[in-house]
């Protein structure tokens, strides 16, 4: 038997070596012809991380070997998605310089990057590859929605240690939404909300025919229309779009929809006998207030409430009853919705222009309370009234923002800012601020963060002390942030604007986290 086995191991030995002579190559000419020596360096670079939209810069040492004055040619490649065999040519020089824009990776999906380093006169290849993981690139700053052609949407997007908490940089990125998605956004955008759809934090954005969701983690298209909703709608026109705890507000053609797009989807309107405005106030504080929606009808003539979103809450939308204080809530005929807003106490301001006399008005609700021994919700009362007949130039204003902590809002024309502070009985006005020759203001909002006051927490102390000012010049636009000094007046500090360039017009700004 131990004979046997050993003859058998003989005999594959004898095979491999008679192999093995048979394919090899006769390599006796390389003591004359000599190939290079090349080697790719790669201590303190052997794993490569960028952010998202960033340039990713590398310039790797490499020794040449150069014989018989040989020359090299570079290729610098990389796989289109992780553990992808597909490659893309993106650099043809020593040193790559690539403006990157692939989705965000997970650690453990990294891309591969490839250098391939040729030997012209041999054609002999030396390869070098690296894993490549990429950030997200975007996070918590200043979301700038715009046009570059009246008729479709791109998105840029701005972080500064200005809207930023804990960031030293200004990093500005242009065209983020089109340079992922391959397009802008068809048609223009008049509506976004920072939120959470799912298991992804996303920009619920828009249009006049649209509700579309943008992933915030890359900008990439998320589902959009009927995606959105259980059961196909008529129309996806969008006319607001808001928040509050556990519920996503839409408001379309005169509906209003509400459902928690974290867990769920859009149903059905909200059963009412309301045209609902596009102009609507929201009470989205973290602690459930006792009403959530207040509105003026301009239908009806009167302002109307509704306690609660939730399906388990009261969702019957009611007029504000009579009264005869400074104002009777329920007779308020023949206005037009001008802006809305909510303060800190829950108060709900309107801003409304009158129909025939042109005259505008600010109203002011209180924000309802509870009548603990009858369970029962308590509708707001009416809390004042300020005349804004002498208020400059409001006939001409198209932008306004509220403070919620102090008695003051802006209101801007196409060339100026004006406060107007209403404490006092009777309220007072100032000029504060003129937009730069040949620049047309497009936007004015006041910076708070994406989840204020959503959630309880120790907010950013920026919020509610600077206005997110947009202008444009016919072919640039323009993004200030303008700090606001000297509580309860409105002053903006001039001296310390701060300014970006380099956009489109700007329709409007939002934030995110």
Not at 43 to 54: E, P, R
Request: hydrophobic share 35%; proline share 4%.
């Amino acid at each position: 038997m131990k004979t046997i086995k050993f003859k058998y191991l003989y005999g594959l030995v004898s095979l491999f070596l008679v192999l093995f002579y048979a394919c090899k190559d006769d390599l006796s000419s390389l003591d004359t012809n000599k190939l290079p020596n090349v080697i790719v360096d790669t201590v303190g670079n052997s794993k490569l991380t960028v952010f998202q939209f960033d340039k990713l810069t590398l310039d790797p040492k490499v020794n040449l070997e150069t014989i018989n004055d040989r020359t090299f040619k570079y290729e610098w490649t990389i796989n289109i998605e992780p553990s992808s065999t597909e490659y893309i040519v993106i650099g043809n020089q020593k040193k790559l310089d690539y403006q990157v824009s692939f989705v965000p990776t997970s650690i453990d999906r990294p891309h591969q990057l490839v250098l391939k380093i040729t030997d012209e006169k041999s054609g002999i290849e030396y390869i070098q590859d690296w894993p490549l993981q990429i950030r997200n690139g975007i996070g918590e700053g200043i979301v700038v929605v715009e046009t570059y052609d009246n008729t479709n949407t791109d998105i840029s997007h701005i972080m500064s240690p200005l809207v930023t908490p804990d960031f030293n940089l200004d990093k500005i990125r242009y065209k983020i939404y089109s340079s992922v998605n391959g397009a802008p956004i068809s048609g223009l955008v008049n509506s976004m909300v920072y939120t959470k759809l799912r298991s992804n934090n996303v920009l619920l954005a828009g249009t006049n025919n649209n509700l579309l969701s943008i992933k915030t983690l890359d900008y990439s298209a998320g589902d959009q229309r009927e995606n959105l909703f259980y059961a196909p709608q008529s129309s996806y026109s969008t006319g607001f779009l808001g928040k509050v705890v556990q519920n996503d507000i839409y408001v379309s053609e005169g509906k209003i929809y509400s459902n928690w797009l974290e867990i769920s989807k859009f149903g059905l309107p909200n059963a009412n006998n309301y045209t609902i405005p596009n102009i609507i106030a929201i009470n989205s504080r973290y602690d459930y207030p006792n009403i959530v929606l207040n509105f003026y009808s301009e239908d009806k003539g009167h302002f109307a409430y509704q306690s609660s979103f939730a399906s388990f809450g009261d969702r019957t939308m009611r007029p504000v009853p009579s009264s005869a204080g400074v104002f009777n809530p329920n007779q308020v005929p023949n206005k037009k919705n001008i802006a809305a807003s909510v303060n800190n106490q829950g108060d709900f301001l309107h801003l409304l222009k009158d129909k025939t006399t042109n005259k505008y008005g600010l109203w002011i609700l209180s924000a309802g309370g509870y009548d603990s021994e009858n369970w029962v919700i308590t509708p707001s009362n009416p809390k004042k009234y300020v005349d804004l007949s002498n208020a400059p130039e409001i006939d001409q204003a198209t932008q306004f923002a509220f403070l919620d902590n102090q008695q003051t809002f802006f209101y801007a024309t196409k060339t100026k800012i004006y406060a107007v502070i209403y404490a006092a009985t009777n309220p007072s006005f100032g000029l504060r601020y003129t937009a730069a020759a040949n620049e047309e203001i497009t936007s004015l909002k006041m910076y708070y963060q994406a989840d204020y006051p959503l959630v309880s927490r120790d907010f950013f102390s920026k919020n509610g002390k600077q206005l997110i000012l947009g202008t444009y010049n016919g072919t640039e636009g323009k993004v200030h942030v303008l700090p606001i000094i000297n509580e309860g007046v409105g002053t903006i500090d001039q001296a310390n604007i701060k300014t970006y360039t380099g956009f489109g017009k700007i329709l409007f700004t939002t934030t995110q986290l």
